[in-house]
């Protein structure tokens, strides 16, 4: 059987080229790994070298010929002991099938608006909500740094797999203490001080849930975790569509996010918007000890990688928290925690108890403000969004975080969308100022949102000011 | 998993107390390499050679096909062929217990996959981006992955692999399951940062990983010389205490016998261990390079001089293995090759469905 020598796509974006210079000729012995031929590509001048060894039959395409098209035939070889002369010229026209097969299932692909896979999946998933807390249940005061803690340690005695990796997380006790007596309870290796090396051990507990842990990787703050945020897109969001769904990755990366206080631009930072904007990462930020103790235990629980946004502000923190066996809550699902029927007020995390004063200051002057905490950021909760929207018709959201690409406008990409039919007023977004956080306490106070700007903002869509 | 948990058989036989052999200086890079030297070469019987040989012609007749369908337009993007590194992969992966270990490598795994024994109709059909691929299509090259064989992947990113591979080895340890995690890197790679950071914590950890460095010479088209201040890699763990072994990647039997001391001492409790395997591209880094950095005579010097297939097949001939039994195989791998790429050229494209599925495995 002859072989058939085929201009070759010698880059992904190849199309055609010219066949610069043939090194042999009719009548040639190649082997494996001669030159043939010198092909002039779009990037650059490459050599083609033969595959196969025999000889060199019939050359089809004469040196110097331009715009020759990926797949056409240029020459014959014919395989050891065969005729040189029967290795005639097949018809090129066969060599362009491929390209063309390929063509056309491309264009079989949907069109139009295409949902990521997680709001298929959510909008397939059943509706949940929280759990109901049955009548008489003992209610406890938690500070958010114990409901954290507590969530770690019942799930640790729950699954030998869960482990905790971080710095200072054992022997200091937490570097914001958050982590306070795991040592004691499940011993140093459960509970591992790493080095200061944020991407080597961002990528050693992604590799420990690949290889069928379930670890719990605390950063000190997010600003650090730009160091390791390759393995948390590239190796832990991305690997169970990259396999086919073969490769789980249940990690769990938390620690402080957003602005503390005092500390300036480069350890003051909201990356909510950047992780809820990668598919096949989960993204949580609660603002309450209940939120964060249940959540919590749902994200160590969940199959997938998930990004738990902590703040350092609310930590210390008091909320009421039902003293269950299990208080594990949906992943997914914001939470009305506020009820009312003016306007209103989406945030997460530190921005709910802003909102919350600002709803205060408003029933004041007769406005009666509905507060929705979204606690998870990817999958977002469209649906009780654009409920709270077709009750009050109006919608604010406050964002501890830059109005640039945020959850704030995408908020406000969802009710332009779903939800221009319900508006009363155009949405407004209360965002800190788009400048690096200064450290001067006056100028930090200028930059950061408050209760202040939050209920300036509900006023105006409410055409009050 | 502290400090104090920290233990080399080595050094606890010759100290009473860790801090005195920690401080003591008597920790021997070479150690792993003066065995090693002792006998380079595996003593593999005939029937053990000859599957090496089949493995490595595999491999070379798969990754030809490859570059044949890359050629045709068949596979698209990115495909950094194996050939002339058969025998790390072969080596090494022969010395492995199955079920046991774990493997994990970086974009260039077709070769580290067939050595594991994966059908190659399935690896195949990936690179032409087809349902029935490994990855559902969805991978391709780069992104490959079996966890029924424990094979890990197939990461694209340049040095990811390693501390994932850290962290496979610290789930065989945190489990005590016996083994241990062979992960592979490039000399390129071997300059990233995060590979030192695990260094540094696979030591003091005492992980049961394997360090594989496959020095081609070339980082895409920069040479060793060009971006490497220490160009001997197994020497680049000397600061953490790990030791080295320098070998001859082009030598199967040598890449066997090296795998025998390094992951003996690894499954021993000892730590890591890092390899340099010396070896040699004979393609391009990738489908679509010029190769104007190397002269041709370099690359056809090593074809002829330092061939592994070649040289395995000459071991084999002085062995007395039939040289009618090698055209067999020869025909067999053919064949099987063949097979590989018309299944792949011929299965289905993805149904569009499969673009949402896979994104997250629970539903919210």
Known sequence: MAIELKMPALSPTMEEGTLARWLVKEGDTVSAGDVLAEIETDKATMEFESIDEGTVGKILVPEGSEGVKVGTVIAVLAAEGEDVASAAAPAPAAAETPAEEQKSSESEAPKGKAPSGTEKLAATAKPVSDPDVPPGTNMVRLTVREALRDAMAEEMRRDERVFVMGEEVAEYQGAYKVTQGLLEEFGPKRVIDTPITEYGFAGIGTGAAMGGLRPIVEFMTFNFAMQAIDHIVNSAAKTNYMSGGQMRCPVVFRGPNGAASRVAAQHSQNFGPWYASVPGLIVIAPYDASDAKGLLKAAIRSEDPVVFLENELVYGRSFEVAQLDDHVLPIGKARIVREGSDVTIVSYSIGVGLALEAAETLAGEGIDAEVVDLRTLRPLDRETILASLAKTNRLVIAEEGWPTCSIASEVMAICMEDGFDHLDAPVLRVCNEDVPLPYAANLEHLALIDAGRIAEAARKVCYRN | ?364
């Open chain 2, 1 to 364: 998993m502290a400090r104090a948990a920290r233990s080399n058989a080595a050094k606890t036989k010759r100290n009473s107390s860790e801090d005195a052999a920690a401080s003591s200086g008597n920790f021997e890079l070479r150690s792993l390499q003066e065995r090693f030297e002792k006998n380079r070469r595996y003593k593999a019987e005939p029937e053990l050679l000859l599957h090496l040989y089949e493995q490595m012609l595999l491999i070379r007749r798969f990754e030809e096909k490859a570059g044949q369908l890359y050629g045709l337009g068949l596979i698209g993007g990115f495909c950094h062929l194996y050939i002339g590194q058969e025998a790390v992969a072969v080596g090494l992966q022969s010395a492995l217990q199955e079920g046991k270990d774990s493997v994990i490598t970086g974009y260039r795994d077709h070769g580290h996959m067939l050595a594991y024994g994966i059908d190659p109709k399935i690896i195949m059909a990936e690179l032409t981006g087809r349902q029935a691929g490994i990855s559902k299509g969805k991978g391709g090259s780069m992104h490959m992955f079996s966890t029924e064989h424990a094979f890990y992947g197939g990461h694209g990113i340049v040095g990811a692999q390693v501390p994932l591979g850290a962290g496979l080895a610290f789930a065989h340890k945190y489990r005590d399951d016996g083994g241990i995690c062979l992960a592979y890197f490039g000399d390129g790679a071997a300059n990233q940062g995060q590979v030192y950071e695990t260094f540094n914590m696979a030591s003091l950890w005492n992980l049961p990983i394997v360090f594989a460095i496959e020095n081609n010479q070339y980082a895409m088209g920069t040479s060793v010389k060009r971006s490497s201040a220490e160009i001997e890699f197994y020497r680049r763990g000397t600061a953490f205490r790990i030791p080295g072994m320098d070998v001859n990647g082009m030598d199967v039997l040598e890449v066997r016998q090296a795998a025998e001391v390094a992951f003996a001492h690894v499954r021993e409790g000892n730590g890591p261990v890092l390899m340099e395997l010396n070896t040699y591209r004979y393609r391009g880094h990738s489908m679509s390079d010029p190769a104007k950095y190397r002269t041709r005579e370099e690359v056809q010097n090593v074809r002829e001089h330092s061939d592994p297939i070649e040289g395995a097949k000459a071991d084999l001939l002085k062995l007395g293995v039939d040289e009618e039994k090698l055209k067999d195989i020869d025909k067999r791998i053919k064949a099987q090759v063949a097979e590989a790429a018309d299944f792949a050229e011929t299965s289905p494209e993805p149904s569009p469905d499969e673009l949402y599925t896979d994104v997250l495995v629970g539903s919210y």
